[in-house]
C-alpha cells in the first residue's frame, strides 16, 4: 500500500514536561506508551503502544490476571481504573497488596482520564 505510514506498534512523539526515561510510562494527549530510551521535553521519543510490559503499581493495588488496569500519571503506576486515572491495558499476573510492579498488557488504543 502506497498510503502506509507504518505499523503503529511504535510510534514517536515528542516527550512531556520534565522529559522521560527508557522504559518509563507516558502520555502524549490520548496515548500512553512505554518510553524506548530517555529523551527530555519536546526531544522525539519512540514509544511502543502494545506488547507486555513491567511496570510500577501502586502498593495497595490489587490486580488478578485479566484486571482491567490504567495508568495514574500523577503517580506514574499501574493501579485499577479510577477517577483522573487513564485505561491502558490489562493486568497479565496477579499481584497484590505490597507487591510495587505489575506486568501489563497494553492496549494500544486512544485514552482519556476517567
Do not use: C, H
Not at 522529559?19 to 511502543?48: K, L, R
Amino acid at each position: 500500500m502506497k498510503n502506509r505510514i507504518q505499523k503503529g506498534d511504535v510510534i514517536t512523539v515528542p516527550a512531556p514536561a520534565g522529559g522521560i526515561t527508557s522504559g518509563e510510562g507516558v502520555i502524549v494527549g490520548n496515548i500512553f506508551g512505554i518510553a524506548a530510551y530517555a529523551a527530555a521535553v519536546g526531544e522525539p521519543v519512540e514509544i511502543a503502544t502494545t506488547g507486555v510490559y513491567q511496570l510500577p503499581k501502586a502498593i495497595a493495588a490489587v490486580l488478578t490476571v485479566g484486571t482491567r488496569v490504567a495508568w495514574d500519571n500523577t503517580a506514574k503506576n499501574i493501579n485499577v481504573p479510577g477517577t483522573g486515572r487513564f485505561p491502558v491495558g490489562i493486568a497479565t499476573e496477579a499481584a497484590g497488596n505490597g507487591i510495587t510492579s505489575a506486568a501489563v498488557r497494553l492496549d494500544g488504543i486512544g485514552t482519556a482520564a476517567a
